[in-house]
Protein backbone atom coordinates (compact mmCIF):
# COMPACT_ATOMS: atom_id res chain seq x y z
CA UNK A 1 0.00 0.00 0.00
CA UNK A 2 1.57 3.41 -0.70
CA UNK A 3 -0.29 5.91 1.95
CA UNK A 4 0.10 9.78 0.96
CA UNK A 5 0.47 12.21 3.88
CA UNK A 6 0.18 15.85 3.37
CA UNK A 7 -0.58 19.27 4.90
CA UNK A 8 -4.17 20.84 6.46
CA UNK A 9 -5.73 22.33 4.29
CA UNK A 10 -5.17 25.13 6.87
CA UNK A 11 -1.64 24.72 6.06
CA UNK A 12 -2.02 24.24 2.61
CA UNK A 13 -4.22 27.77 2.40
CA UNK A 14 -0.82 29.09 4.61
CA UNK A 15 1.51 27.79 1.69
CA UNK A 16 0.02 28.89 -1.19
CA UNK A 17 -0.18 32.63 0.13
CA UNK A 18 3.37 32.41 1.43
CA UNK A 19 5.03 30.83 -2.18
CA UNK A 20 1.68 32.99 -4.41
CA UNK A 21 0.96 29.54 -6.12
CA UNK A 22 -1.35 26.91 -5.88
CA UNK A 23 -0.39 23.73 -3.94
CA UNK A 24 -0.45 21.51 -6.61
CA UNK A 25 1.19 18.41 -4.88
CA UNK A 26 -1.69 17.32 -3.13
CA UNK A 27 -3.76 15.47 -6.30
CA UNK A 28 -0.29 12.77 -5.81
CA UNK A 29 -2.99 9.89 -5.62
CA UNK A 30 -4.29 10.84 -9.36
CA UNK A 31 -0.89 10.78 -10.04
CA UNK A 32 -0.29 7.19 -8.78
CA UNK A 33 -3.70 5.90 -9.98
CA UNK A 34 -2.71 7.46 -13.34
CA UNK A 35 0.26 4.75 -13.49
CA UNK A 36 -1.73 1.75 -12.21
CA UNK A 37 -1.18 1.79 -8.59
CA UNK A 38 -4.34 1.73 -7.36
CA UNK A 39 -3.39 0.05 -3.81
CA UNK A 40 -3.26 3.55 -2.16
CA UNK A 41 -4.97 5.54 0.78
CA UNK A 42 -5.09 9.09 2.42
CA UNK A 43 -2.57 8.65 5.65
CA UNK A 44 -4.84 9.36 8.53
CA UNK A 45 -2.82 11.16 11.63
CA UNK A 46 -3.75 9.54 14.16
CA UNK A 47 -2.89 5.85 12.81
CA UNK A 48 0.51 4.06 12.17
CA UNK A 49 2.07 3.68 8.21
CA UNK A 50 1.34 0.41 7.58
CA UNK A 51 2.73 0.63 3.96
CA UNK A 52 5.10 3.02 1.63
CA UNK A 53 4.68 6.59 2.80
CA UNK A 54 4.58 9.24 0.34
CA UNK A 55 5.33 12.69 1.91
CA UNK A 56 4.07 15.87 0.48
CA UNK A 57 6.21 19.00 0.24
CA UNK A 58 5.33 21.38 3.60
CA UNK A 59 6.41 19.37 6.50
CA UNK A 60 7.87 21.78 9.20
CA UNK A 61 9.17 19.27 12.27
CA UNK A 62 11.14 16.36 12.15
CA UNK A 63 8.23 14.88 14.29
CA UNK A 64 6.08 14.19 11.18
CA UNK A 65 8.83 12.24 9.17
CA UNK A 66 7.84 8.68 9.54
CA UNK A 67 10.22 6.36 10.51
CA UNK A 68 9.15 3.37 7.89
CA UNK A 69 9.96 3.36 4.04
CA UNK A 70 9.46 6.58 2.94
CA UNK A 71 9.74 8.76 0.13
CA UNK A 72 10.03 13.18 0.71
CA UNK A 73 8.74 15.86 -1.69
CA UNK A 74 10.80 18.86 -1.40
CA UNK A 75 12.22 21.68 -0.90
CA UNK A 76 13.18 20.79 2.81
CA UNK A 77 13.26 23.38 5.95
CA UNK A 78 16.10 23.53 7.62
CA UNK A 79 14.66 21.36 10.53
CA UNK A 80 14.14 18.80 7.99
CA UNK A 81 17.57 18.55 6.43
CA UNK A 82 18.95 18.33 9.57
CA UNK A 83 17.09 15.58 10.81
CA UNK A 84 17.99 13.78 7.54
CA UNK A 85 22.18 15.22 8.12
CA UNK A 86 21.71 17.08 4.71
CA UNK A 87 22.82 20.08 3.16
CA UNK A 88 21.00 21.62 0.66
CA UNK A 89 22.20 24.47 -2.24
CA UNK A 90 18.18 26.59 -2.83
CA UNK A 91 18.13 26.94 -7.17
CA UNK A 92 15.37 28.67 -8.30
CA UNK A 93 14.86 28.06 -12.23
CA UNK A 94 12.54 27.75 -15.18
CA UNK A 95 13.24 24.23 -16.15
CA UNK A 96 14.53 21.18 -14.83
CA UNK A 97 15.99 18.39 -17.32
CA UNK A 98 16.20 15.49 -15.11
CA UNK A 99 18.53 12.30 -14.84
CA UNK A 100 18.75 9.02 -13.39
CA UNK A 101 21.65 8.06 -11.00
CA UNK A 102 23.54 6.75 -14.70
CA UNK A 103 23.14 10.20 -15.85
CA UNK A 104 20.96 8.83 -18.37
CA UNK A 105 18.27 11.31 -19.29
CA UNK A 106 14.68 10.72 -17.78
CA UNK A 107 12.74 14.07 -18.51
CA UNK A 108 11.90 18.12 -18.33
CA UNK A 109 9.63 19.78 -15.57
CA UNK A 110 8.69 23.25 -15.93
CA UNK A 111 5.34 25.29 -15.05
CA UNK A 112 4.59 26.37 -18.70
CA UNK A 113 2.69 29.59 -20.32
CA UNK A 114 0.21 29.80 -22.53
CA UNK A 115 -0.70 32.31 -25.31
CA UNK A 116 -4.75 33.27 -26.06
CA UNK A 117 -6.35 34.98 -28.69
CA UNK A 118 -10.26 36.32 -28.63
CA UNK A 119 -11.46 34.20 -31.97
CA UNK A 120 -12.77 36.22 -34.65
CA UNK A 121 -16.57 37.20 -35.45
CA UNK A 122 -16.32 37.20 -38.80
CA UNK A 123 -14.09 36.54 -41.58
CA UNK A 124 -11.50 39.28 -42.02
CA UNK A 125 -11.50 40.62 -37.97
CA UNK A 126 -7.33 39.94 -37.24
CA UNK A 127 -7.01 38.62 -33.79
CA UNK A 128 -3.78 38.62 -32.43
CA UNK A 129 -2.37 35.62 -29.86
CA UNK A 130 -1.02 37.55 -26.49
CA UNK A 131 0.87 35.94 -24.10
CA UNK A 132 -1.87 35.13 -20.94
CA UNK A 133 -1.13 35.80 -17.87
CA UNK A 134 -4.20 34.93 -15.48
CA UNK A 135 -5.88 37.94 -13.18
CA UNK A 136 -5.23 34.98 -10.16
CA UNK A 137 -1.68 35.53 -9.10
CA UNK A 138 -1.38 31.84 -8.14
CA UNK A 139 -2.08 30.73 -11.64
CA UNK A 140 1.18 32.72 -12.58
CA UNK A 141 3.87 30.65 -11.00
CA UNK A 142 7.32 30.06 -13.37
CA UNK A 143 10.15 29.68 -11.09
CA UNK A 144 10.72 25.99 -9.61
CA UNK A 145 12.38 26.27 -6.07
CA UNK A 146 15.13 23.46 -6.06
CA UNK A 147 17.43 22.37 -3.80
CA UNK A 148 20.74 20.66 -4.48
CA UNK A 149 21.32 18.29 -1.85
CA UNK A 150 24.79 16.83 -0.03
CA UNK A 151 24.56 13.96 2.34
CA UNK A 152 27.55 11.66 3.90
CA UNK A 153 28.42 8.65 2.13
CA UNK A 154 25.34 7.15 3.51
CA UNK A 155 23.54 8.49 1.28
CA UNK A 156 23.55 7.41 -2.87
CA UNK A 157 22.27 9.78 -6.01
CA UNK A 158 18.75 8.75 -7.17
CA UNK A 159 18.39 11.53 -9.62
CA UNK A 160 20.88 14.83 -11.38
CA UNK A 161 19.72 18.30 -12.79
CA UNK A 162 20.42 20.33 -14.68
CA UNK A 163 18.69 23.91 -14.14
CA UNK A 164 17.41 26.18 -17.21
CA UNK A 165 20.77 26.05 -20.20
CA UNK A 166 22.77 24.97 -17.15
CA UNK A 167 25.29 21.59 -18.31
CA UNK A 168 26.31 21.14 -15.17
CA UNK A 169 24.21 17.86 -13.39
CA UNK A 170 23.60 18.02 -9.68
CA UNK A 171 21.69 15.22 -7.18
CA UNK A 172 18.50 16.63 -6.41
CA UNK A 173 17.42 13.27 -4.89
CA UNK A 174 19.56 11.06 -2.30
CA UNK A 175 18.64 7.69 -0.64
CA UNK A 176 19.42 6.60 2.38
CA UNK A 177 18.57 2.75 3.66
CA UNK A 178 14.25 2.93 3.49
CA UNK A 179 14.08 6.77 2.61
CA UNK A 180 14.40 8.40 -0.99
CA UNK A 181 14.41 12.57 -0.74
CA UNK A 182 13.71 14.95 -3.59
CA UNK A 183 14.68 18.32 -3.53
CA UNK A 184 12.01 19.91 -5.85
CA UNK A 185 7.93 19.68 -5.90
CA UNK A 186 8.10 16.38 -8.10
CA UNK A 187 4.58 15.89 -7.49
CA UNK A 188 3.41 19.61 -7.80
CA UNK A 189 5.30 19.75 -11.69
CA UNK A 190 3.88 16.20 -12.53
CA UNK A 191 0.22 17.56 -11.27
CA UNK A 192 0.46 20.89 -13.68
CA UNK A 193 0.82 18.90 -16.89
CA UNK A 194 -2.49 17.48 -15.87
CA UNK A 195 -4.47 20.61 -15.45
CA UNK A 196 -5.43 23.55 -17.55
CA UNK A 197 -6.08 26.90 -15.70
CA UNK A 198 -9.09 29.11 -16.52
CA UNK A 199 -8.36 31.37 -20.19
CA UNK A 200 -10.69 34.62 -20.50
CA UNK A 201 -10.22 34.05 -24.52
CA UNK A 202 -9.37 30.75 -26.91
CA UNK A 203 -6.45 28.86 -26.07
CA UNK A 204 -3.54 29.23 -29.08
CA UNK A 205 -0.84 27.91 -27.74
CA UNK A 206 1.39 26.33 -25.10
CA UNK A 207 5.01 28.11 -24.84
CA UNK A 208 7.74 26.05 -23.77
CA UNK A 209 5.91 22.94 -23.18
CA UNK A 210 7.42 19.63 -22.18
CA UNK A 211 5.63 16.53 -21.56
CA UNK A 212 5.57 15.09 -17.66
CA UNK A 213 4.77 11.66 -19.20
CA UNK A 214 8.60 10.45 -19.42
CA UNK A 215 9.05 11.63 -15.44
CA UNK A 216 5.76 10.19 -14.49
CA UNK A 217 6.62 6.82 -16.18
CA UNK A 218 10.23 6.55 -14.69
CA UNK A 219 9.10 8.27 -10.68
CA UNK A 220 6.14 5.02 -10.32
CA UNK A 221 8.73 2.71 -11.58
CA UNK A 222 11.08 3.98 -8.92
CA UNK A 223 8.56 4.01 -6.13
CA UNK A 224 7.30 0.45 -6.89
CA UNK A 225 11.20 -0.61 -6.65
CA UNK A 226 11.35 1.13 -3.40
CA UNK A 227 8.16 -0.76 -2.20
CA UNK A 228 9.10 -3.73 -3.21
CA UNK A 229 12.39 -3.36 -1.53
CA UNK A 230 11.36 -2.93 1.88
CA UNK A 231 9.07 -6.07 1.26
CA UNK A 232 5.58 -4.14 0.99
CA UNK A 233 3.34 -6.22 -1.79
CA UNK A 234 2.21 -3.61 -4.51
CA UNK A 235 -1.15 -3.85 -6.90
CA UNK A 236 -0.61 -2.60 -10.18
CA UNK A 237 -3.14 -2.56 -13.10
CA UNK A 238 -2.28 -2.67 -16.76
CA UNK A 239 -3.17 0.64 -18.44
CA UNK A 240 -5.17 -1.51 -21.12
CA UNK A 241 -7.62 -4.19 -21.72
CA UNK A 242 -5.85 -7.55 -21.00
CA UNK A 243 -4.36 -7.91 -24.79
CA UNK A 244 -3.26 -4.49 -25.41
CA UNK A 245 -0.80 -2.45 -24.66
CA UNK A 246 -1.96 0.95 -26.22
CA UNK A 247 -5.19 2.95 -27.77
CA UNK A 248 -6.17 4.20 -30.77
CA UNK A 249 -8.42 6.59 -31.77
CA UNK A 250 -9.61 8.79 -34.70
CA UNK A 251 -11.42 11.90 -33.74
CA UNK A 252 -13.73 13.80 -36.05
CA UNK A 253 -14.78 17.47 -35.61
CA UNK A 254 -17.56 17.47 -37.66
CA UNK A 255 -17.47 21.59 -38.80
CA UNK A 256 -18.58 20.97 -42.30
CA UNK A 257 -21.14 18.61 -43.58
CA UNK A 258 -20.21 15.55 -45.89
CA UNK A 259 -23.03 13.92 -47.92
CA UNK A 260 -24.35 10.37 -46.97
CA UNK A 261 -22.64 8.66 -49.29
CA UNK A 262 -19.12 10.16 -48.46
CA UNK A 263 -20.42 8.87 -44.60
CA UNK A 264 -21.49 5.65 -45.62
CA UNK A 265 -17.49 4.68 -47.06
CA UNK A 266 -15.97 6.18 -44.30
CA UNK A 267 -17.63 4.10 -42.04
CA UNK A 268 -17.63 1.02 -44.39
CA UNK A 269 -13.72 1.62 -44.14
CA UNK A 270 -13.69 1.67 -40.65
CA UNK A 271 -15.32 -1.68 -40.03
CA UNK A 272 -13.23 -3.11 -42.75
CA UNK A 273 -9.98 -2.11 -40.14
CA UNK A 274 -11.75 -2.61 -37.23
CA UNK A 275 -11.12 1.22 -36.39
CA UNK A 276 -13.44 3.22 -33.69
CA UNK A 277 -13.90 6.92 -34.21
CA UNK A 278 -15.24 9.61 -31.82
CA UNK A 279 -17.16 12.74 -33.72
CA UNK A 280 -17.95 15.84 -32.43
CA UNK A 281 -21.13 17.87 -33.30
CA UNK A 282 -22.02 21.08 -33.48
CA UNK A 283 -25.94 21.12 -32.42
CA UNK A 284 -26.75 24.08 -34.56
CA UNK A 285 -25.83 21.76 -37.33
CA UNK A 286 -26.93 18.19 -36.26
CA UNK A 287 -27.90 15.59 -39.27
CA UNK A 288 -30.00 13.32 -37.18
CA UNK A 289 -29.96 10.41 -39.84
CA UNK A 290 -25.77 10.89 -39.71
CA UNK A 291 -25.41 10.87 -36.30
CA UNK A 292 -27.59 7.71 -36.24
CA UNK A 293 -25.92 5.60 -38.51
CA UNK A 294 -22.45 6.84 -36.81
CA UNK A 295 -23.61 5.03 -33.59
CA UNK A 296 -25.08 2.14 -35.24
CA UNK A 297 -21.58 1.87 -36.36
CA UNK A 298 -20.21 1.30 -32.85
CA UNK A 299 -18.74 4.70 -32.71
CA UNK A 300 -19.78 7.84 -30.28
CA UNK A 301 -21.73 11.21 -30.76
CA UNK A 302 -20.39 13.82 -28.90
CA UNK A 303 -20.67 17.71 -28.29
CA UNK A 304 -18.55 20.29 -29.74
CA UNK A 305 -19.07 23.42 -28.23
CA UNK A 306 -19.17 27.13 -29.38
CA UNK A 307 -20.67 28.13 -25.54
CA UNK A 308 -19.29 31.65 -24.31
CA UNK A 309 -21.01 30.42 -20.87
CA UNK A 310 -22.25 27.93 -18.47
CA UNK A 311 -26.26 28.48 -19.48
CA UNK A 312 -25.18 28.50 -22.98
CA UNK A 313 -22.95 25.18 -23.05
CA UNK A 314 -26.37 23.75 -20.71
CA UNK A 315 -28.66 24.66 -23.50
CA UNK A 316 -26.42 22.92 -26.12
CA UNK A 317 -26.31 19.92 -24.26
CA UNK A 318 -30.26 19.77 -23.91
CA UNK A 319 -30.37 20.54 -27.67
CA UNK A 320 -27.61 17.85 -28.55
CA UNK A 321 -29.67 15.14 -26.42
CA UNK A 322 -32.86 16.31 -27.80
CA UNK A 323 -31.83 15.47 -31.75
CA UNK A 324 -29.74 12.57 -31.05
CA UNK A 325 -32.35 10.78 -27.97
CA UNK A 326 -29.02 11.10 -25.27
CA UNK A 327 -26.87 13.24 -23.63
CA UNK A 328 -23.55 13.53 -24.90
CA UNK A 329 -21.17 11.61 -22.87
CA UNK A 330 -18.03 13.99 -23.44
CA UNK A 331 -17.15 17.62 -25.55
CA UNK A 332 -14.93 19.33 -27.21
CA UNK A 333 -14.65 23.27 -27.95
CA UNK A 334 -15.07 24.35 -31.38
CA UNK A 335 -12.32 26.76 -32.83
CA UNK A 336 -13.96 28.56 -35.44
CA UNK A 337 -15.21 32.03 -35.95
CA UNK A 338 -17.50 32.77 -33.27
CA UNK A 339 -16.72 30.43 -30.81
CA UNK A 340 -15.45 30.65 -27.46
CA UNK A 341 -12.96 28.24 -28.46
CA UNK A 342 -10.85 26.65 -25.93
CA UNK A 343 -10.76 27.94 -22.23
CA UNK A 344 -9.21 25.08 -19.71
CA UNK A 345 -10.85 25.40 -16.20
CA UNK A 346 -14.16 26.81 -17.73
CA UNK A 347 -15.53 24.08 -20.05
CA UNK A 348 -14.08 21.99 -16.91
CA UNK A 349 -16.62 22.75 -14.42
CA UNK A 350 -19.01 23.54 -16.83
CA UNK A 351 -19.12 19.63 -17.86
CA UNK A 352 -18.32 18.11 -14.57
CA UNK A 353 -20.92 20.21 -13.16
CA UNK A 354 -23.54 18.65 -15.95
CA UNK A 355 -22.64 15.29 -15.54
CA UNK A 356 -20.08 14.59 -18.77
CA UNK A 357 -17.85 11.83 -18.31
CA UNK A 358 -14.88 13.60 -20.15
CA UNK A 359 -13.61 16.54 -21.48
CA UNK A 360 -10.62 18.02 -23.04
CA UNK A 361 -7.25 19.23 -22.54
CA UNK A 362 -4.90 21.01 -25.57
CA UNK A 363 -1.34 21.64 -25.81
CA UNK A 364 -0.48 19.20 -22.69
CA UNK A 365 0.06 16.04 -23.85
CA UNK A 366 -0.90 13.59 -20.63
CA UNK A 367 0.38 10.67 -22.47
CA UNK A 368 -3.18 8.51 -21.00
CA UNK A 369 -7.05 9.45 -19.91
CA UNK A 370 -6.65 11.35 -16.60
CA UNK A 371 -9.01 12.62 -14.08
CA UNK A 372 -9.07 16.44 -14.12
CA UNK A 373 -7.49 19.14 -11.35
CA UNK A 374 -9.41 21.97 -10.46
CA UNK A 375 -9.29 24.62 -7.91
CA UNK A 376 -12.23 23.87 -5.64
CA UNK A 377 -12.54 25.99 -2.19
CA UNK A 378 -9.26 28.11 -3.08
CA UNK A 379 -7.52 24.54 -3.16
CA UNK A 380 -6.72 22.12 -5.97
CA UNK A 381 -8.33 19.10 -6.22
CA UNK A 382 -9.28 16.05 -8.32
CA UNK A 383 -12.21 16.32 -9.84
CA UNK A 384 -14.61 13.52 -11.53
CA UNK A 385 -14.08 14.46 -15.51
CA UNK A 386 -11.98 12.53 -17.46
CA UNK A 387 -9.58 14.30 -19.93
CA UNK A 388 -7.88 12.40 -22.61
CA UNK A 389 -4.19 13.00 -23.76
CA UNK A 390 -3.97 15.92 -26.63
CA UNK A 391 -5.09 15.40 -29.64
CA UNK A 392 -2.41 15.05 -32.76
CA UNK A 393 -4.08 16.69 -35.85
CA UNK A 394 -3.84 15.00 -39.59
CA UNK A 395 -5.21 18.30 -40.72
CA UNK A 396 -3.11 21.84 -40.86
CA UNK A 397 -6.13 23.63 -43.02
CA UNK A 398 -8.43 22.62 -45.64
CA UNK A 399 -6.25 22.78 -48.61
CA UNK A 400 -5.43 19.26 -49.77
CA UNK A 401 -1.50 20.00 -49.31
CA UNK A 402 -2.40 21.04 -46.04
CA UNK A 403 -1.76 17.87 -43.61
CA UNK A 404 0.53 15.96 -41.50
CA UNK A 405 0.43 12.66 -42.77
CA UNK A 406 4.17 11.91 -43.34
CA UNK A 407 5.08 13.63 -39.63
CA UNK A 408 2.45 11.77 -38.07
CA UNK A 409 3.22 8.22 -39.98
CA UNK A 410 6.51 8.66 -38.38
CA UNK A 411 5.84 9.23 -35.30
CA UNK A 412 2.73 6.70 -34.14
CA UNK A 413 4.52 4.06 -33.62
CA UNK A 414 6.52 5.42 -30.95
CA UNK A 415 3.45 6.94 -29.10
CA UNK A 416 2.29 3.53 -29.13
CA UNK A 417 5.31 1.86 -28.24
CA UNK A 418 4.68 4.18 -25.10
CA UNK A 419 1.57 2.61 -23.94
CA UNK A 420 -0.63 5.58 -25.27
CA UNK A 421 -3.48 6.66 -26.19
CA UNK A 422 -3.38 8.14 -29.97
CA UNK A 423 -5.55 10.35 -30.96
CA UNK A 424 -6.26 11.24 -34.61
CA UNK A 425 -8.04 14.05 -35.84
CA UNK A 426 -9.39 15.02 -38.75
CA UNK A 427 -12.10 16.86 -40.25
CA UNK A 428 -13.97 14.47 -42.11
CA UNK A 429 -14.79 16.24 -45.36
CA UNK A 430 -11.16 16.96 -46.28
CA UNK A 431 -7.64 14.67 -46.44
CA UNK A 432 -9.43 11.57 -46.56
CA UNK A 433 -6.98 9.64 -48.60
CA UNK A 434 -4.05 10.71 -46.01
CA UNK A 435 -6.26 9.39 -43.29
CA UNK A 436 -6.91 5.71 -45.12
CA UNK A 437 -3.20 5.25 -45.34
CA UNK A 438 -2.17 6.56 -41.86
CA UNK A 439 -4.86 3.99 -40.83
CA UNK A 440 -3.55 0.95 -43.61
CA UNK A 441 0.23 1.85 -42.40
CA UNK A 442 0.07 1.91 -38.71
CA UNK A 443 0.86 -1.57 -36.37
CA UNK A 444 -2.40 -1.62 -33.90
CA UNK A 445 -2.44 -5.22 -33.65
CA UNK A 446 -1.92 -4.73 -29.94
CA UNK A 447 -3.43 -1.61 -29.49
CA UNK A 448 -6.59 -1.39 -28.22
CA UNK A 449 -9.50 0.79 -31.26
CA UNK A 450 -11.49 2.43 -28.88
CA UNK A 451 -13.97 5.67 -28.68
CA UNK A 452 -13.31 8.58 -26.35
CA UNK A 453 -16.03 7.67 -23.79
CA UNK A 454 -14.42 3.46 -24.33
CA UNK A 455 -11.00 4.64 -23.18
CA UNK A 456 -12.32 7.91 -20.69
CA UNK A 457 -14.79 4.54 -18.84
CA UNK A 458 -11.88 1.85 -18.36
CA UNK A 459 -9.73 4.30 -16.51
CA UNK A 460 -12.39 5.43 -14.28
CA UNK A 461 -13.65 2.21 -13.66
CA UNK A 462 -9.91 0.63 -13.14
CA UNK A 463 -7.76 2.87 -12.07
CA UNK A 464 -9.42 6.17 -10.73
CA UNK A 465 -12.59 4.61 -8.76
CA UNK A 466 -11.29 1.23 -7.71
CA UNK A 467 -10.75 0.29 -4.47
CA UNK A 468 -8.39 -2.25 -2.41
CA UNK A 469 -8.74 -3.79 1.01
CA UNK A 470 -7.52 -5.56 2.99
CA UNK A 471 -9.73 -8.86 3.96
CA UNK A 472 -9.23 -11.90 6.32
CA UNK A 473 -7.62 -13.91 3.30
CA UNK A 474 -6.03 -11.66 1.71
CA UNK A 475 -6.83 -8.62 -0.13
CA UNK A 476 -10.55 -7.39 -2.06
CA UNK A 477 -10.79 -5.34 -4.82
CA UNK A 478 -13.96 -3.50 -5.62
CA UNK A 479 -14.57 -1.63 -8.76
CA UNK A 480 -17.81 1.26 -8.98
CA UNK A 481 -18.98 -0.62 -12.13
CA UNK A 482 -18.50 -4.48 -13.87
CA UNK A 483 -16.33 -3.83 -17.11
CA UNK A 484 -16.97 -5.46 -20.18
CA UNK A 485 -13.08 -6.67 -20.88
CA UNK A 486 -10.81 -8.51 -18.50
CA UNK A 487 -8.35 -6.55 -16.51
CA UNK A 488 -4.01 -7.25 -15.77
CA UNK A 489 -3.13 -7.46 -12.66
CA UNK A 490 0.24 -7.47 -11.57
CA UNK A 491 0.45 -8.36 -7.36
CA UNK A 492 3.84 -7.93 -5.92
CA UNK A 493 4.20 -10.10 -2.81
CA UNK A 494 6.14 -9.48 -0.08
CA UNK A 495 8.08 -12.16 -0.39
CA UNK A 496 9.83 -10.60 -3.68
CA UNK A 497 7.42 -12.97 -6.20
CA UNK A 498 5.36 -11.40 -8.97
CA UNK A 499 2.39 -12.90 -10.39
CA UNK A 500 0.01 -11.69 -13.40
CA UNK A 501 -3.58 -12.58 -12.87
CA UNK A 502 -6.26 -11.90 -15.08
CA UNK A 503 -9.92 -10.12 -13.46
CA UNK A 504 -12.52 -11.09 -16.09
CA UNK A 505 -15.21 -9.22 -17.34
CA UNK A 506 -19.05 -8.59 -16.08
CA UNK A 507 -17.46 -8.48 -12.10
CA UNK A 508 -17.47 -5.87 -9.63
CA UNK A 509 -15.44 -7.69 -7.14
CA UNK A 510 -12.98 -9.67 -6.71
CA UNK A 511 -10.94 -11.59 -4.14
CA UNK A 512 -7.53 -12.45 -4.02
CA UNK A 513 -5.02 -14.45 -1.98
CA UNK A 514 -1.44 -13.63 -1.30
CA UNK A 515 -0.99 -17.02 0.67
CA UNK A 516 -1.93 -18.75 -2.14
CA UNK A 517 -0.71 -19.19 -6.10
CA UNK A 518 -4.40 -18.88 -7.14
CA UNK A 519 -6.41 -17.23 -9.38
CA UNK A 520 -8.54 -14.28 -8.60
CA UNK A 521 -12.80 -14.98 -7.45
CA UNK A 522 -15.84 -13.05 -7.14
Not at 20 to 34: H, P
Not at 227 to 246: D, H, L, Q, T, Y
Not at 350 to 364: S, V
Not at 479 to 492: A, D, F, M, Q, S
Amino acid sequence: MFEIQGPAEKDILREQHRETAYYFSGCAEAFLRKHGLIHVRRHKPESDARGYSILLRGMQAPREIPRGPAFFEGPFTKPILSEFKLHAKEVSCKAVKLFDACRKPIGVLRYSTYTARAIPTQRGEISEPYLYRSPDPLWNRLDIPCQILHGNSDWKPVAFAQFDDHQSKHPVALQQGKRIVFGLPIFDLIAFGNLFPPLEAGYYSMVDHASSFPVETWLAEWLVHSARANGIPVFRVASWPKGFSSAFTIRHDYDRPINDESLEELLTFYRDHNVKSTWFLLTDSIDVDQARRVVEHGHEVALHTVAASFDEFRREVEDFSSAVGFPPRGYSAHGGLGSLGYVGERQHHWAETLGLTYGEMLGKDAGVPHPVHMIRSGIPRVGRLVIPPAHRSLDKGTKPEAHKMNSLLKNIPGWLSDGTHVIVLNHPDIHREQLYKIIDRTDRSTSWNATLFDAAQWWNTVNYHSRIHQTPHGYGIELPEPTRRPITLKVYDSDGSVRELTLKETKDSFRISLAAQQEPVL
